[in-house]
């Protein structure tokens, strides 16, 4: 399974955000608090050892693109856009993407992402039918 867009697509993921046990990130009877994190950071990459971010979205630094605790407590919202997509050296095919999250300068997490309920890394870019 991957997170698969359309090139020129709006594409919209609600992720849950879980602890090592697998409990929600909810705030909830000591689990951490998404509302807290001072950094939440996704980004698309060529290879997990690729220097070049071919997509990066982020709740701190400006980037935008992220919203946490969205539709519910434990989950971030990720907004792809159709510019994502379409800039310059961003072509159609299978990239790797990540989600990291900072609750301070000591405590940072790399999330592992789901997709419909499956585990992935994938992200790909598919060609587009209609165009305007």
């Given at each position: 399974m991957s997170w698969k867009i359309?090139?020129?697509?709006?594409?919209v993921q609600e992720i849950p955000i879980y602890t090592k046990d697998g409990e929600l990130c909810d705030g909830q009877s000591g689990r951490p608090d998404l509302s807290t994190a001072e950094e939440i950071r996704f980004q698309?990459?060529?290879?997990?050892?690729?220097?070049?971010?071919?997509?990066?979205?982020?709740?701190?630094?400006?980037?935008?693109?992220?919203?946490?605790?969205?539709?519910?407590p434990g989950y971030v919202t990720i907004t792809i856009d159709p510019a994502d997509t379409t800039a310059s050296g961003v072509e159609t095919g299978?990239?790797?993407?990540?989600?990291?999250i900072r609750w301070s300068a000591t405590v940072i997490y790399e999330v592992i992402l789901k997709i419909d309920g499956e585990e992935t890394t994938e992200f790909e870019i598919e060609a587009d039918i209609v165009r305007t």
């Open positions: 359309k090139r020129g697509n709006t594409s698309v990459r060529e290879s997990p050892n690729s220097a070049e971010i071919i997509i990066e979205k982020g709740l701190a630094s400006g980037v935008g693109g992220i919203s946490r605790n969205d539709p519910d299978l990239y790797v993407m990540g989600l990291q």
